[in-house]
Each structure stands twice: as C-alpha cells, then as structure tokens.
C-alpha cells in the first residue's frame, strides 16, 4: 500500500511539473536575472601590487590606470637593453665609416717597425751560419736564431695584412651584421617598453569596477584575473528560454520584462540566443528529456536602468503572437 501511495505521488508530481512547464512555455514565459556585460582585466607579469589607483564601485573611463605593479625589474631589463643599442649604433657607425686616416698611417709605421726587425733576424742568422760552419758557435745557438727569424717574420705578415684590410676598408658583409644586430637589438626595446606598460593595469573600456581580488602587496600569478569591470551603459536581461519555445526566438523578437522589485514592467528585444541547450546535448536526451532543456538568451532592455545591480530575478514574456511559426512561414 505505501508503495502505491508513494508511486501516485510521484506520478501526480511529474504531471504537475510538466503542466507548469507547458504553461510557461505555451505563454512565452522564460526566468532569468539581470547582468551586466563584464570585462576581466588579467596580469602578464607576475610582480606585486604597489598602488590601487580607484576603489571597487568607482567608474572609469577607457585607459585609465586601475592598478600598478611594481615595475623595477622592467626597467633595469630596459635599460640593459637600451645600452645595449647604444654599443651596437656606435659599432655599426664605427664600421661605416671605415678606418681612420690615423689608424691607417699607425699601421704603416707598425709594419715598418716589424720589418726592421724581420731583416735584423736574418742578418744575424747568415752570420751565425758562418760562425756554425767556422764551429764557433753551437747548433742551439743557430737554431734559437732561426727561431727568432721565423718569428719576426710571422709578425711582419701579420701587421702587413692588418694594414691592407685597414687600407680596403669595412666589408658590406660586416656592415650587413652590424645592421641586423642593431635591428634585434630595437626590437627588444620594443617588447620591453610594452611590457614596462603592462605593469601598469589599464581599463580597456569605459565601466563600473565590480571587483578588485587582490590587496596591495599581493603577487598575483600570471595570467590572474586582477579586476572586473561591468561594461555597458546599463545592464541586461539574461533569461533561460525553454525548449518548447525556442524555435519562435531569434534575434529582434520583442518581449516584455518584470523585474522583482519593481512594479512596472519594459520592453526589451532580443539581442542574442545560444543554438546549443545548457548542461546535456539534445541529442543524448529522450524525446521527454528534452522538453526540460533551456537556452540562455540576452535581451536589451528599452529603459534606463543603469543604477540596478546585477543578480535581480526577472521574468520575460516573448511576444509570440507576431511571430509566425516555422510551418507556417514555410508554408508561404
């Protein structure tokens, strides 16, 4: 007996479940609250907070600074790298404009001096080759002599080579490197200066700041969602529109909203509705199943309600009396 009972309950339940969800359905009828559209400001780099320029509530307009993070490291990275840039413009100037006439003429008394000493190595080894044939000397001692003449001799060529490349001037390969490094070398400075700005956290539109999670002093990780702005002149309706409905809703389609709380009622239009259901797909549902599924849809709301916060229930009435059905545009 207490099985029968309980097995009615549920029957008389589900009946009246679905009847109310037909009558919700059948008269146009979908739930929802009122939301603002919202902009999550995140962080690329991971420093602390040093500053909260404006408080939770406060509006701000597009570009204004809503908090900063400490930029020190930024800015000794940029200033290694500007340095750096300096060093590789004054190579690269240095390069074009070749050796100067001093160098040149400093190079030619250099090699002068190399050869002077080239010629004293090899006078003295022919005259320690006569001694050696007279044995008045030892092997070591003309070997050393040899040594010395060899030696001189590698410096000369040397010198004389460095004079005839100073004497050529710059090669355009060289040129070519000095240039592409100078251009890595702004481009760094590029990255860096945006990353410098990036500290400080900018508002990319105009809107009310509804949430500020982190405090002063904190580090947020990167990538963290820092501040939330409500963007938008006013909020709008977001409702759950029933399944058994959803093919006369599209964009445009008049309806009327009622807000909790306030006793008049405003016409709002369609702005966008979502083509897949909430939660479970339709198609692993049975034909029951899915009379119980809803698609979110965004109505613009034709009245000034821009001191309203979000998170009001409401209710919105599609005007389904003006819109024709599937079969029956079809059938025109």
Not at 76 to 102: F, S, T, V
Not at 185 to 210: K, S
Request: net charge negative; charged share 25%.
């Amino acid at each position: 007996m207490r099985m029968n009972w309980l097995a009615a309950f549920l029957i008389l339940f589900w009946l009246t479940a679905l009847l109310t969800g037909c009558s919700n359905s059948d008269n146009g009828t979908a739930l929802g609250e009122l939301a603002w559209d919202r902009v999550e400001l995140v962080n690329e780099v991971s420093e602390p907070i040093i500053e909260r320029t404006v408080a939770e509530g406060d509006r701000v307009i597009a570009g204004q600074v809503v908090l900063k993070l400490d930029d020190r490291r930024a800015q000794a990275d940029l200033a290694q790298a500007q340095a750096n840039r300096e060093q590789l413009a004054a190579r690269l100037d240095e390069l074009q404009k070749g050796p100067r006439p001093e160098e040149i003429e400093q190079a030619k008394h250099i090699v002068l001096g190399a050869q002077s000493r080239l010629n004293l190595t090899r006078l003295e080894v022919k005259r320690l080759e006569k001694l050696h044939a007279q044995k008045l000397i030892s092997q070591n001692d003309l070997d050393r002599a040899k040594n010395d003449y060899r030696t001189a001799l590698a410096e000369f060529n040397a010198n004389q080579a460095n004079l005839m490349l100073l004497q050529q001037g710059t090669r355009s390969e060289q040129i070519e490197q000095a240039k592409q490094a100078l251009e890595a070398a702004n481009e760094l400075i590029g990255r860096l200066q945006i990353t410098l700005q990036r500290h400080q956290i900018r508002a990319p539109v105009n809107g009310l700041l509804d949430s500020l999670p982190f405090q002063l002093g904190e580090q947020p990780a990167p990538h963290s969602v820092v501040a939330v702005l409500l963007s938008g002149k006013q909020p709008f309706a977001r409702v759950h529109v029933p399944e058994q409905i959803r093919a006369f809703i599209k964009p445009g389609t008049a309806a009327q909203v009622r807000i909790d709380g306030i006793a008049e009622s405003f016409r709002a239009q369609v702005r966008s509705i979502q083509s897949d259901p909430d939660f479970t797909p339709y198609y692993a549902l049975t034909e029951g199943d899915r009379s119980r599924l809803s698609y979110t849809a965004k109505l613009d709301i034709e009245a000034d309600l821009h001191d309203l916060p979000a998170g009001l229930p409401l209710t919105v009435v599609f005007d389904l009396d003006k819109v024709q059905t599937p079969h029956a545009g079809a059938a025109q």
